[in-house]
Nanobody, 118 residues
C-alpha cells in the first residue's frame, strides 16, 4: 500500500529554519512530481513548492529565496528546507506525489504542523 509520511515539523522562532522530509513507501517516486502544500488556519490549502522528475522546481512567490525543495530518488524522499521563517509560514504542511505525464496516480501525506512564533 502506498504511503507518504512527513517529518521534521515543529515550533521555531521567526528567522529560524526547519527541514521537512517526506518518505514514500509502496511506490517509487522517481517518475512522480513531488509537491509541498500548506494550509493555515481559516485559509485554503496552497502550493508551496514543486519538483518534477528531471529536477525543475517551482515556488510560491511568498517563499522564493527562503525555501528549497529537493528530492533523493534513491531514498524515495522529498525535502523542504525552510529558512528565514516568518509567522505567516505557520500551517499544516502536506506532501503530495502525482505520476508525471500520466497523472493517474496521486498520493497525500497526513500533514505535519509547522509553527513559527516567538
Amino acid at each position: 500500500q502506498e504511503h507518504l509520511v512527513e517529518s521534521g515539523g515543529g515550533l521555531v522562532q521567526p528567522g529560524g529554519s526547519l527541514r521537512l522530509s517526506c518518505a514514500a513507501s509502496g511506490f517509487t517516486v522517481s517518475n512522480y512530481a513531488l509537491t509541498w502544500y500548506r494550509q493555515a488556519p481559516g485559509k485554503e490549502r496552497e502550493l508551496v513548492a514543486t519538483i518534477i522528475p528531471k529536477g525543475d522546481t517551482n515556488y510560491a512567490d511568498s517563499v522564493k529565496g527562503r525555501f528549497t525543495i529537493s528530492r533523493d530518488d534513491a531514498k524515495n524522499t522529498v525535502f523542504l528546507q525552510m529558512n528565514s521563517l516568518k509567522p505567516e509560514d505557520t500551517g499544516l504542511y502536506y506532501c503530495n506525489a502525482v505520476d508525471y505525464g500520466l497523472w493517474s496516480s496521486e498520493y497525500w501525506g497526513q500533514g505535519i504542523q509547522v509553527t513559527v512564533s516567538s
